[in-house]
């Protein structure tokens, strides 16, 4: 690997200004409005989860909720950048990112239409490795912490980001094989669609799954995603309520924001257009984000064609583990690392396996641990992790 760097003459990365941000509270954007019903139903279409329990105001009167609730995977729907702007704090010029992962601790309140939620921001700490992406690389942790109008914690995620240098990247070309889009024939599609309905009908009419219904080593139902498109991955962009122009406004002035992360002029929002013209300030129509659906920036990064968003592959997995647990069941802690994009022609497919349960007869609840991983139509893991969801005995 250090051969074949030298080889290439890669770039060094200049970390220097990111030190100061480490363990320092973060400024930045707050959503300015409550959370809506709608935001809640857009969401679940955005992450292609047809929970009813999410969208139908029937079905959720007859849950335990007794109305539309926010599946745990929203909460990340709740901040301005995915949760991972305080991992991309400080400037390392010529770089750009990758989602790395996202470890969730969830601590009890549910989101509901009417609340509003504010985060708490800090970089946690990065090191830099080699690897056979970029050469020198990054991965820098920060914490999010989401809070309730009633000053009680909903949960924290702990994001990963991968920073590197685009022009390292490019050189090392490791994405190659992926350069060309899979190809599908109709009987496949029609096969993936089938599995994906089947999958849909695991977690209708209000499951309300106990301890004792869980079995040792169970196979979660297998779940499949795709074929991802440039359309699929606009309409997650689309759902995340920061995305929407004008939703969120800065709580204090302060640099501490990915503005200043060091991309690529390519990459990089115009603040002073945006006051024009908000396209400018958008982030997929025009700065870091437009590689995930514009081919030729998604090679400027490195990568071979468009990619989804780290931040719902996320909520993949988290929509995939509540669905499984049912309305009396919540995710305590998550942790999941992201390995390999979800490219644009790909299928996803989810799977988990219990691997544990223990009870806690003073509490009435137990604890499962569930491994899930997230490989795609090849074969390739693209996630892995173990979660932990508790359920009444």
Known sequence: MASKARDLDLSPMDTRDVDRWIGVPLAGAQLKEPIT??????????????????????????????????????????TVGHGAQPAIQGNVPGSHMLFG??????????????????????????????????????????????????GEIIGKQRSTSIRYRADNARKMNSFAEQ???????MDKLQQIEDEKF????????????????????????????????????TTEW???????????AVDTQSLTTTDYAGWLPEMTRSSDKAMIDPTYGDGLYYGASRGHVHQQYAQLIGVP??????????????DYLTNW????????????????????????????KVTKKQP?????????????????????LMAKGPAEISLPL
């Not at 929970?51 to 929203?74: H, M, R, T, W």
Request: net charge positive.
């Open 37 to 78: 019903v709608n935001d809640i139903r857009r969401w679940a279409q955005g992450m292609q989860n047809p929970n009813p329990l999410y969208y139908d105001e029937s079905y959720a009167a007859q849950s335990v909720f007794g109305k539309i609730v926010a599946p745990q995977s929203f909460t990340v729907c709740c």
């Open 325 to 352: 647990a049912g309305e009396l069941g919540i995710v305590q802690h998550c942790n999941v690392r992201y390995i390999f994009p979800a490219f644009v022609g790909d299928v996803t497919y989810l799977t988990g």
């Open 101 to 150: 992962g996202d470890e969730w601790w969830f601590y009890g309140p549910r989101i509901l239409p009417g609340d509003r939620i504010r985060c708490d921001r800090m970089l946690v700490d990065y090191k830099v490795t080699h690897t056979k992406f970029a050469g020198p690389t990054m991965f820098s942790r920060g914490d999010t912490t989401y809070i309730n109008q009633h």
């Open 305 to 318: 064609r468009g990619y989804g968003y780290g931040a719902s592959m996320g909520a993949w997995v988290l």
């Open 198 to 233: 089947a999958y849909y009908s695991t977690f209708q009419n209000h499951p309300k799954r106990t301890l004792k219904d869980v079995r040792e080593n169970e196979e979660l139902v297998r779940r499949p995603i795709g074929p991802h498109t440039l359309q699929t991955f």
């Open 360 to 380: 806690d007869p003073a509490r009435g609840k137990g604890v499962v641990t569930i491994d899930v991983e997230m490989k795609n139509q090849d074969g390739f």
């Open 238 to 248: 689309r759902s995340y309520i920061f995305t929407v122009w004008a939703s969120n």
């Open 179 to 185: 350069a060309r889009s899979p190809e599908w024939t």
